[in-house]
Structures are given as structure tokens and as C-alpha cells.
């Protein structure tokens, strides 16, 4: 299948407020196999072609041989009255689903899904000790090395879904908002906490951080304002005692 009818694939399923998932159900397929279509690396068969045809409404020289590539903003508007609503959007998935024209994003039993339409790039962390990246799966390890300079900060994407994931799940369920945001200091202080042990130094540790961390904590569940103020006192004697060892450890014994 060439890269223009894999463009028509992913234009169409944009322009009827499909995601690959979503689809992938209504196909009764995976969705590695859609998102191998839509970057042209295979081609579907002649039963799901026929079911893609009936599910844009359209017929098959449409899909496959359109002189013309569609328009995903007439097609947007002309699909707006049959547009789902939340919920109807939101009923294939058994967890948080956040998408938008560009981007999409999955948390849920299955693992975490994130999608980038525009780079038809996507990486799925599974619930096992894989990760899928544009189709293909490896392992963690085998991850890292190949594509560790293009992402970099993945070790950071999973917390920061899970924390918000936290606290959207406690506030709708508990409403309570506040103080659940402080749930997010845990995104700075966990991926240093990381650099700290993978570098063996604890000045990186953002103990300054942590020690706003455990004071606001103790201020709003146990109303502890005073004295855990106290705990501010010890950032500078955490920061002497680190370069105290440090300069022992660098100086000779004589």
C-alpha cells in the first residue's frame, strides 16, 4: 500500500473522530494492525476494507482510488452532526481517554497509549515488561537504546500520567481538589530522586523540594504549621553536611 492511501487512511479516521483504538474495535483487530496501515507498512484485506468503506460511509473507489485527496475539514463538518458526545466518545475505553485534532493520549488496564497524529508516531507502555513504539515491541532495555536520544524524558511520561491520573480519579470521585495537588510535587522529586541514585550524588537531590513537600502535608491534613516550620532549618545543614563528606572524601589522609 503506498504512503497516499495510508495519508487517505489516517485523514478519514481523523475526520470521523476515530482513534486508532476505537477503530481497531469496530474492526474486531488490534490496533497495531491499523496503525501499520495508516504508515503504510501493510495493507488490509478485502473484508476490512469493505467494513472501513461502510464505516466513513463511502464507497471503495472512494477510499482506495480518489483522485482527490479529502478534505478533513468539509469531511469534519459534514461528520459534526454525527459526532459522539463524551460519553459516547469515551464508552470503547475502560480508562482516561484525552485526544485532540493533534495529539492523543490512553491510561487504562491495557497500559498508556500516546499517539501524535501529525508525526503518525505512537508508543504504548504495556502492563508487561514491553513497550511498543510505532508498532514494533521491545523490551525496556532494547527501548532505551534505540530510542533513548529521541525519547529522552520517557522515563518522566509515566509518572506524570499516573499522577494525574491521581488526582483527576480523587477529585471526580472524592471532589476533593485541593489539597490533591500536591500530588503533582511528586513529578519533580521522583525524576530527581532517579538522577540522584543513578549518579550517586546527593547534592541533586531537591531536598529543598521535598522539605516543601512534607511541610505543606503536615500543614493541611494535620494542621502542623507550627513548629514544621522547623524542617526548613535543616536545608542548610543537609547542604553542609553533603559538602563536608564530599571535601572528606576528596582529601588525602595524611
Not at 476505537?22 to 490496533?31: M, N, P, T
Not at 468539509?74 to 460519553?87: C, I, L
Not at 508525526?119 to 507502555?125: A, C, T
Not at 511520561?157 to 510535587?185: C, D, E, K, M, Q
Amino acid at each position: 500500500m503506498n504512503i497516499e492511501i495510508a495519508n487517505r487512511f489516517v485523514k478519514l479516521r481523523k475526520a470521523n473522530c476515530l482513534s486508532q483504538e476505537a477503530l481497531a474495535e469496530k474492526l474486531g483487530i488490534s490496533r497495531q494492525a491499523v496503525s501499520k496501515w495508516e504508515r503504510a507498512e501493510a495493507s488490509p484485506d478485502t473484508d476490512n476494507l469493505i467494513l472501513l468503506a461502510k464505516i466513513y460511509k463511502i464507497s471503495l473507489d472512494e477510499l482506495l482510488f480518489s483522485e482527490e485527496e479529502p478534505n478533513p475539514d468539509n469531511q469534519a463538518s459534514e461528520s459534526a452532526a454525527k459526532r459522539p458526545n463524551e460519553k459516547e466518545d469515551l464508552h470503547n475505553f475502560s480508562g482516561i481517554h484525552l485526544k485532540s485534532d493533534d495529539n492523543e493520549v490512553y491510561i487504562g488496564p491495557n497500559g498508556i497509549y500516546a499517539t501524535d497524529f501529525a508525526k503518525q508516531e505512537s508508543v504504548h507502555i504495556k502492563d508487561t515488561a514491553h513497550i511498543t513504539i510505532n508498532g514494533q515491541d521491545y523490551t525496556f532495555k532494547e527501548a532505551r537504546e534505540k530510542w533513548g536520544h529521541k525519547y529522552r524524558h520517557s522515563t518522566q511520561f509515566p509518572i506524570t500520567l499516573i499522577v494525574s491520573f491521581i488526582y483527576i480519579a480523587i477529585g471526580v470521585f472524592y471532589n476533593i481538589w485541593h489539597p490533591t495537588w500536591l500530588v503533582f510535587l511528586l513529578i519533580p522529586i521522583s525524576s530527581r530522586i532517579a538522577s540522584t541514585i543513578q549518579h550517586k550524588d546527593w547534592k541533586l537531590l531537591p531536598y529543598p523540594l521535598v522539605v516543601v513537600a512534607i511541610y505543606l502535608t503536615l500543614g493541611f491534613f494535620y494542621d502542623g504549621w507550627h513548629p514544621a516550620w522547623i524542617l526548613f532549618l535543616t536545608i542548610p545543614l543537609y547542604y553542609s553536611l553533603i559538602s563536608y563528606f564530599r571535601q572528606r572524601k576528596t582529601t588525602p589522609n595524611t
